[in-house]
């Protein structure tokens, strides 16, 4: 089956769709994949002020390649909770 809506028809309602999932959701877990490495060393400083402005610039200098995002909805207060060590 064909489907003869444009991609911009298409991207408005996923659009839809996933704000509408994220009005249930309980938590909205957001990922970004950014161009370059950054030096590591300054991600791990102690004093989360600098930790903060350190990310922050880093981020300020880099490209958004890749966008992630998961929602998650409590059905149920008592959930069977399960740990996996790999």
């Given at each position: 089956?064909?489907?003869?809506?444009?991609?911009?028809?298409?991207?408005?309602?996923?659009?839809?769709?996933?704000?509408e999932l994220?009005?249930?959701?309980?938590?909205?877990?957001?990922?970004?994949?950014?161009?370059?490495?950054?030096?590591?060393?300054?991600?791990?400083?102690?004093?989360?002020?600098?930790?903060?402005?350190?990310?922050?610039?880093?981020?300020?200098?880099?490209?958004?390649?890749?966008?992630?995002?998961?929602?998650?909805?409590?059905?149920?207060?008592?959930?069977?909770?399960?740990?996996?060590?790999?």
């Open positions: 089956m064909k489907d003869d809506r444009s991609s911009k028809e298409k991207g408005s309602i996923d659009q839809i769709k996933a704000i994220n009005k249930s959701a309980n938590v909205i877990a957001i990922d970004l994949e950014l161009t370059g490495l950054g030096f590591s060393q300054d991600f791990r400083d102690k004093d989360i002020n600098r930790r903060y402005s350190n990310l922050r610039t880093t981020a300020s200098t880099r490209s958004i390649i890749s966008l992630g995002v998961a929602t998650y909805k409590f059905l149920d207060r008592n959930l069977d909770k399960r740990v996996f060590e790999i």
